[in-house]
């Protein structure tokens, strides 16, 4: 799965839980610029982030790290 790939579908499920990104740049926790940056496919998540952004979204970890 590709950074866009993953952008899209962490953008549309926070956007259907009714959460800014702003909001939601705080629960993971890091800054909102990053976070948009993460959202866009700008900028490639940690680790760290890319596991809390799958808890708050409720995206199976092991099946983003492993798509292809």
């Known amino acids: 799965m590709?950074?866009?790939e993953?952008?899209?579908i962490i953008k549309?499920?926070?956007?259907?839980l009714?959460?800014?990104?702003?909001e939601f740049a705080l629960k993971i926790p890091t800054?909102?610029?990053t976070y948009?940056?993460?959202e866009n496919g700008i900028q490639e998540p940690t680790f760290y982030q890319l596991q809390q952004i799958c808890i708050l979204l409720d995206i199976?970890?092991?099946?983003?790290?492993?798509k292809k």
């Open 2 to 4: 590709t950074y866009k």
């Open 12 to 16: 549309n499920k926070r956007e259907n």
């Open 6 to 8: 993953f952008a899209n």
């Open 60 to 66: 199976d970890f092991t099946e983003i790290v492993l």
């Open 36 to 38: 948009y940056r993460i």
């Open 31 to 33: 800054k909102p610029l």
């Open 18 to 22: 009714f959460i800014t990104q702003k």
